[in-house]
């Protein structure tokens, strides 16, 4: 029992995102972003300069979408998300479309 106590709590960013996967179960949700990823990833590989920039752009929208929506969740849980966090969020939203 000792041990878990002496483990590291989650960062804030780490529980926001949990939050936010347990509001989000369903498996359509869950691709949108990694499936973005592979449709960016094409385009650059068949060095498709305005698909890309489409992509990009909508890959940002929708960055920024999750991420506002993972704020909104952790403020409803009582967490207040600095500006440093939301952008942690974001980084790890970013990860997710490299799948």
């Known amino acids: 029992m000792r041990r878990i ?3 590291r709590k989650p960062t804030l960013a780490v529980r926001a995102a949990g939050l936010f996967a347990r509001a989000h179960a369903r498996p359509d949700d869950a ?3 990694p499936h973005l990823g ?6 650059h ?10 992509l ?9 979408a ?11 849980a009582g967490e207040r998300i600095s ?3 939301l952008r942690e ?4 939203l970013a990860g997710l479309s490299c799948f």
């Open 38 to 43: 592979g449709r960016l990833r094409t385009a």
């Open 83 to 85: 500006e440093s966090i």
């Open 31 to 33: 691709q949108a972003l």
């Open 56 to 64: 990009s752009h909508e890959q940002h929208r929708m960055i920024s």
């Open 66 to 76: 999750l991420a506002r929506e993972t704020v909104h969740l952790a403020d409803e």
């Open 5 to 7: 106590a002496a483990l």
């Open 45 to 54: 590989r068949e060095l498709d300069g305005a698909q890309l920039r489409s």
């Open 89 to 92: 969020i974001e980084r790890t």
